[in-house]
Protein backbone atom coordinates (compact mmCIF):
# COMPACT_ATOMS: atom_id res chain seq x y z
CA UNK A 1 0.00 0.00 0.00
CA UNK A 2 1.70 3.49 -0.85
CA UNK A 3 2.63 5.61 1.97
CA UNK A 4 0.13 8.58 2.38
CA UNK A 5 -3.17 7.80 1.06
CA UNK A 6 -6.05 7.36 3.21
CA UNK A 7 -6.66 3.05 1.50
CA UNK A 8 -8.87 1.83 4.01
CA UNK A 9 -8.34 -2.05 4.13
CA UNK A 10 -11.06 -4.54 3.03
CA UNK A 11 -12.93 -6.09 5.49
CA UNK A 12 -14.61 -9.86 5.06
CA UNK A 13 -17.58 -9.52 7.92
CA UNK A 14 -19.87 -12.84 8.54
CA UNK A 15 -22.44 -11.36 11.05
CA UNK A 16 -26.12 -12.67 10.37
CA UNK A 17 -26.50 -15.53 12.39
CA UNK A 18 -30.17 -17.47 12.21
CA UNK A 19 -31.48 -16.27 15.16
CA UNK A 20 -31.76 -12.54 14.15
CA UNK A 21 -34.35 -13.79 11.59
CA UNK A 22 -36.20 -15.88 13.97
CA UNK A 23 -36.26 -12.59 15.95
CA UNK A 24 -37.37 -10.31 13.41
CA UNK A 25 -40.00 -12.70 12.71
CA UNK A 26 -40.96 -12.27 16.12
CA UNK A 27 -41.01 -7.96 16.38
CA UNK A 28 -43.22 -7.83 13.42
CA UNK A 29 -45.82 -10.57 14.87
CA UNK A 30 -46.05 -8.90 18.26
CA UNK A 31 -45.92 -4.80 16.64
CA UNK A 32 -49.68 -4.41 17.11
CA UNK A 33 -49.43 -5.02 20.43
CA UNK A 34 -47.71 -2.01 21.39
CA UNK A 35 -48.73 1.86 21.16
CA UNK A 36 -45.36 2.96 20.01
CA UNK A 37 -41.85 2.03 19.51
CA UNK A 38 -38.32 3.18 21.07
CA UNK A 39 -35.45 2.79 18.88
CA UNK A 40 -32.22 2.81 20.86
CA UNK A 41 -29.28 3.95 18.83
CA UNK A 42 -25.38 4.43 19.48
CA UNK A 43 -25.12 8.55 20.01
CA UNK A 44 -21.54 8.01 18.27
CA UNK A 45 -23.14 6.08 15.11
CA UNK A 46 -26.47 7.09 14.75
CA UNK A 47 -26.95 6.84 10.83
CA UNK A 48 -24.66 2.74 10.84
CA UNK A 49 -26.88 2.00 14.40
CA UNK A 50 -30.29 2.21 12.96
CA UNK A 51 -31.54 -1.13 11.75
CA UNK A 52 -32.99 -0.02 8.39
CA UNK A 53 -35.75 -2.41 8.47
CA UNK A 54 -36.98 -1.16 11.62
CA UNK A 55 -39.09 1.40 8.92
CA UNK A 56 -40.75 -1.10 7.26
CA UNK A 57 -41.63 -3.16 10.63
CA UNK A 58 -42.60 0.04 12.99
CA UNK A 59 -44.63 1.68 9.69
CA UNK A 60 -47.70 3.56 11.52
CA UNK A 61 -46.27 3.38 15.04
CA UNK A 62 -45.82 6.43 16.68
CA UNK A 63 -41.40 6.95 17.27
CA UNK A 64 -39.10 7.76 20.14
CA UNK A 65 -35.16 7.69 19.06
CA UNK A 66 -33.25 7.55 21.96
CA UNK A 67 -29.31 8.69 21.89
CA UNK A 68 -28.00 6.21 24.06
CA UNK A 69 -24.00 6.28 25.04
CA UNK A 70 -23.96 9.40 24.63
CA UNK A 71 -21.43 9.93 27.17
CA UNK A 72 -18.88 8.18 24.85
CA UNK A 73 -20.26 10.72 22.16
CA UNK A 74 -18.93 14.17 21.29
CA UNK A 75 -21.64 16.50 22.32
CA UNK A 76 -21.88 19.19 20.35
CA UNK A 77 -22.17 16.39 17.25
CA UNK A 78 -24.96 14.64 19.49
CA UNK A 79 -26.49 18.08 19.34
CA UNK A 80 -26.46 17.85 15.81
CA UNK A 81 -28.07 14.76 15.66
CA UNK A 82 -30.60 15.50 17.66
CA UNK A 83 -31.30 18.51 15.61
CA UNK A 84 -31.98 16.78 12.66
CA UNK A 85 -33.94 14.28 13.66
CA UNK A 86 -36.18 16.88 15.17
CA UNK A 87 -36.17 18.06 12.02
CA UNK A 88 -37.68 15.19 10.66
CA UNK A 89 -40.28 15.03 13.05
CA UNK A 90 -38.62 12.58 15.75
CA UNK A 91 -38.42 12.96 19.07
CA UNK A 92 -35.83 12.13 20.51
CA UNK A 93 -33.80 11.82 24.35
CA UNK A 94 -30.00 11.54 24.78
CA UNK A 95 -28.87 8.92 27.68
CA UNK A 96 -26.36 7.05 29.19
CA UNK A 97 -27.84 4.07 30.54
CA UNK A 98 -25.01 2.97 32.39
CA UNK A 99 -25.11 5.70 34.95
CA UNK A 100 -28.67 6.82 34.65
CA UNK A 101 -28.61 9.68 33.04
CA UNK A 102 -31.34 11.33 30.80
CA UNK A 103 -33.42 8.04 31.14
CA UNK A 104 -35.59 9.80 33.48
CA UNK A 105 -36.78 12.14 31.03
CA UNK A 106 -38.03 8.69 29.38
CA UNK A 107 -42.13 8.73 30.13
CA UNK A 108 -42.67 12.14 29.89
CA UNK A 109 -41.46 12.06 26.97
CA UNK A 110 -43.38 8.77 25.39
CA UNK A 111 -46.53 10.97 26.50
CA UNK A 112 -45.61 13.88 24.74
CA UNK A 113 -45.26 11.28 21.40
CA UNK A 114 -48.41 9.34 22.51
CA UNK A 115 -50.42 12.36 23.40
CA UNK A 116 -53.18 11.67 20.60
CA UNK A 117 -53.69 8.13 21.58
CA UNK A 118 -54.10 9.03 25.06
CA UNK A 119 -56.44 11.23 24.32
CA UNK A 120 -58.49 8.50 22.44
CA UNK A 121 -58.15 6.30 25.11
CA UNK A 122 -59.58 8.39 27.50
CA UNK A 123 -62.27 9.14 25.86
CA UNK A 124 -63.16 5.84 25.48
CA UNK A 125 -62.51 5.19 28.89
CA UNK A 126 -59.31 3.37 28.73
CA UNK A 127 -57.56 5.90 30.39
CA UNK A 128 -56.18 4.06 32.87
CA UNK A 129 -54.59 0.98 30.28
CA UNK A 130 -50.99 0.77 30.67
CA UNK A 131 -49.18 2.18 27.70
CA UNK A 132 -47.26 -0.11 25.67
CA UNK A 133 -43.97 0.29 24.13
CA UNK A 134 -41.65 -2.10 21.89
CA UNK A 135 -38.09 -1.14 22.38
CA UNK A 136 -35.85 -2.21 19.39
CA UNK A 137 -32.38 -1.95 18.80
CA UNK A 138 -29.34 -3.16 16.91
CA UNK A 139 -27.27 -6.00 19.36
CA UNK A 140 -24.71 -4.91 21.92
CA UNK A 141 -26.38 -1.19 21.58
CA UNK A 142 -27.48 -0.71 25.61
CA UNK A 143 -31.25 -1.71 25.16
CA UNK A 144 -31.36 -3.69 27.99
CA UNK A 145 -29.16 -1.54 29.85
CA UNK A 146 -31.61 1.06 29.53
CA UNK A 147 -34.62 -1.36 29.96
CA UNK A 148 -33.36 -1.58 33.83
CA UNK A 149 -32.36 1.63 34.18
CA UNK A 150 -36.28 2.66 33.75
CA UNK A 151 -37.48 -0.72 35.83
CA UNK A 152 -34.75 0.63 39.11
CA UNK A 153 -34.22 -3.61 38.32
CA UNK A 154 -32.72 -6.21 36.37
CA UNK A 155 -35.63 -7.03 34.42
CA UNK A 156 -33.91 -7.60 31.45
CA UNK A 157 -30.61 -9.51 30.47
CA UNK A 158 -27.65 -7.34 29.54
CA UNK A 159 -23.72 -7.29 28.67
CA UNK A 160 -21.39 -6.37 27.15
CA UNK A 161 -21.46 -8.50 24.07
CA UNK A 162 -23.75 -8.74 21.35
CA UNK A 163 -26.55 -11.12 21.21
CA UNK A 164 -27.68 -11.43 25.21
CA UNK A 165 -31.83 -11.07 24.54
CA UNK A 166 -33.19 -13.79 22.65
CA UNK A 167 -36.89 -13.50 22.98
CA UNK A 168 -38.86 -10.98 23.81
CA UNK A 169 -39.74 -9.68 27.86
CA UNK A 170 -42.97 -8.01 29.26
CA UNK A 171 -41.23 -5.50 31.63
CA UNK A 172 -43.50 -2.77 33.97
CA UNK A 173 -41.39 0.28 34.55
CA UNK A 174 -44.44 1.89 37.28
CA UNK A 175 -45.70 5.08 35.60
CA UNK A 176 -48.10 3.03 33.44
CA UNK A 177 -46.38 2.01 30.84
CA UNK A 178 -44.87 -1.60 29.92
CA UNK A 179 -42.00 -2.33 27.28
CA UNK A 180 -41.66 -4.86 25.47
CA UNK A 181 -38.06 -5.85 25.38
CA UNK A 182 -36.67 -7.90 22.20
CA UNK A 183 -33.46 -9.11 21.11
CA UNK A 184 -31.07 -6.82 19.03
CA UNK A 185 -31.39 -7.48 15.38
CA UNK A 186 -29.11 -6.47 12.40
CA UNK A 187 -29.63 -6.58 8.91
CA UNK A 188 -28.88 -9.13 6.27
CA UNK A 189 -26.32 -6.89 4.07
CA UNK A 190 -24.11 -4.06 4.33
CA UNK A 191 -24.75 -0.74 1.78
CA UNK A 192 -21.50 0.26 3.01
CA UNK A 193 -18.13 -0.32 4.56
CA UNK A 194 -18.45 2.20 6.53
CA UNK A 195 -21.41 1.39 8.04
CA UNK A 196 -20.06 -2.63 8.68
CA UNK A 197 -16.86 -0.68 10.31
CA UNK A 198 -18.51 0.94 11.86
CA UNK A 199 -20.94 -1.65 13.88
CA UNK A 200 -17.76 -3.45 14.15
CA UNK A 201 -15.89 -0.57 16.34
CA UNK A 202 -18.89 -0.11 18.95
CA UNK A 203 -18.85 -3.99 19.35
CA UNK A 204 -22.26 -4.50 17.93
CA UNK A 205 -20.71 -7.32 15.98
CA UNK A 206 -18.66 -9.78 17.49
CA UNK A 207 -15.07 -9.48 17.65
CA UNK A 208 -14.42 -12.91 15.93
CA UNK A 209 -16.26 -11.96 12.66
CA UNK A 210 -13.47 -9.66 11.16
CA UNK A 211 -10.02 -8.89 10.78
CA UNK A 212 -8.91 -6.86 13.89
CA UNK A 213 -5.85 -5.43 12.74
CA UNK A 214 -7.17 -4.35 9.58
CA UNK A 215 -10.19 -2.74 11.55
CA UNK A 216 -7.49 -0.99 13.88
CA UNK A 217 -5.70 0.03 11.14
CA UNK A 218 -8.92 1.75 9.31
CA UNK A 219 -9.55 3.72 12.55
CA UNK A 220 -5.93 4.83 12.28
CA UNK A 221 -6.92 6.60 9.41
CA UNK A 222 -10.34 7.52 10.75
CA UNK A 223 -9.11 8.79 14.12
CA UNK A 224 -5.71 10.92 12.28
CA UNK A 225 -8.99 12.39 10.21
CA UNK A 226 -11.07 13.18 13.03
CA UNK A 227 -9.45 13.63 16.08
CA UNK A 228 -5.31 13.39 15.86
CA UNK A 229 -5.17 15.13 19.67
CA UNK A 230 -6.60 11.96 20.94
CA UNK A 231 -3.77 10.02 19.26
CA UNK A 232 -1.45 12.20 20.82
CA UNK A 233 -2.89 12.29 24.13
CA UNK A 234 -3.13 8.70 24.31
CA UNK A 235 -0.23 6.72 21.97
CA UNK A 236 2.17 9.92 22.52
CA UNK A 237 3.19 10.34 19.10
CA UNK A 238 1.97 12.00 16.40
CA UNK A 239 -0.06 10.50 13.46
CA UNK A 240 1.61 11.61 10.18
CA UNK A 241 -0.12 12.26 7.38
CA UNK A 242 2.62 10.23 4.98
CA UNK A 243 1.61 7.08 6.41
CA UNK A 244 -0.85 4.70 5.94
CA UNK A 245 -2.90 2.74 8.74
CA UNK A 246 -0.59 -0.18 9.22
CA UNK A 247 2.20 2.12 9.93
CA UNK A 248 0.17 4.74 12.40
CA UNK A 249 -0.51 1.24 14.11
CA UNK A 250 2.83 0.09 14.14
CA UNK A 251 3.82 3.59 15.58
CA UNK A 252 1.63 3.21 18.09
CA UNK A 253 2.91 -0.05 19.25
CA UNK A 254 6.51 0.73 19.29
CA UNK A 255 5.73 3.72 21.93
CA UNK A 256 3.54 1.48 24.06
CA UNK A 257 6.55 -1.13 24.01
CA UNK A 258 4.50 -3.94 22.40
CA UNK A 259 7.16 -5.43 20.61
CA UNK A 260 7.89 -9.06 19.32
CA UNK A 261 11.24 -10.67 18.53
CA UNK A 262 13.30 -8.82 16.38
CA UNK A 263 11.74 -5.53 17.94
CA UNK A 264 8.97 -5.57 15.43
CA UNK A 265 6.09 -3.72 16.38
CA UNK A 266 3.29 -6.73 17.61
CA UNK A 267 0.24 -4.60 15.40
CA UNK A 268 -1.54 -7.81 17.15
CA UNK A 269 -1.76 -6.68 20.51
CA UNK A 270 -1.91 -2.93 19.69
CA UNK A 271 -4.68 -3.36 17.73
CA UNK A 272 -6.68 -5.37 20.40
CA UNK A 273 -5.74 -2.44 23.09
CA UNK A 274 -6.73 0.51 20.45
CA UNK A 275 -10.31 -0.88 19.92
CA UNK A 276 -10.54 -1.90 23.23
CA UNK A 277 -9.69 2.20 25.20
CA UNK A 278 -12.12 3.10 22.11
CA UNK A 279 -14.97 0.95 23.04
CA UNK A 280 -14.24 1.74 26.89
CA UNK A 281 -13.69 5.69 26.39
CA UNK A 282 -10.16 6.19 26.75
CA UNK A 283 -9.87 7.86 23.58
CA UNK A 284 -11.79 10.77 24.49
CA UNK A 285 -15.62 11.41 23.25
CA UNK A 286 -15.74 10.92 19.95
CA UNK A 287 -18.52 10.29 17.73
CA UNK A 288 -17.83 8.61 13.93
CA UNK A 289 -20.75 10.21 12.34
CA UNK A 290 -22.12 13.32 11.95
CA UNK A 291 -25.82 14.16 10.50
CA UNK A 292 -24.16 15.91 7.29
CA UNK A 293 -22.00 13.11 6.25
CA UNK A 294 -22.44 10.09 4.39
CA UNK A 295 -20.76 7.53 6.85
CA UNK A 296 -17.05 8.12 7.32
CA UNK A 297 -15.43 6.07 4.75
CA UNK A 298 -15.11 6.20 0.55
CA UNK A 299 -14.75 2.33 -0.24
CA UNK A 300 -17.19 0.45 -0.39
CA UNK A 301 -17.50 -3.52 0.77
Known amino acids: MPSGEAQYEALAIQWYPGHMAKAQRMIGENMRAVDAVCEILDARIPRASRNPDIDTLAAGKPRLVVLNRADLADPAVTARWRAWLRVRGLTSLETDARSGKGVRRFPEALRAVLREKIAALSEKGQGSRPLRVMVLGIPNVGKSTFINALAGRKAAAAGDKPGVTRGK ?132 L
Not at 171 to 181: A, P, T
Not at 258 to 271: H, K, N, Q, V, Y
Open 169 to 300: QWISIGQGIELLDTPGILWPKFESRAVGEALALTNAIRAETFDREALAANFMLRLRSLNPAALEARYKFTPSPEKNGYELLEDAARRRGFLISGGEPDTERMARVLLNEYHEGRLGRISLEAPEEDGFGQVD
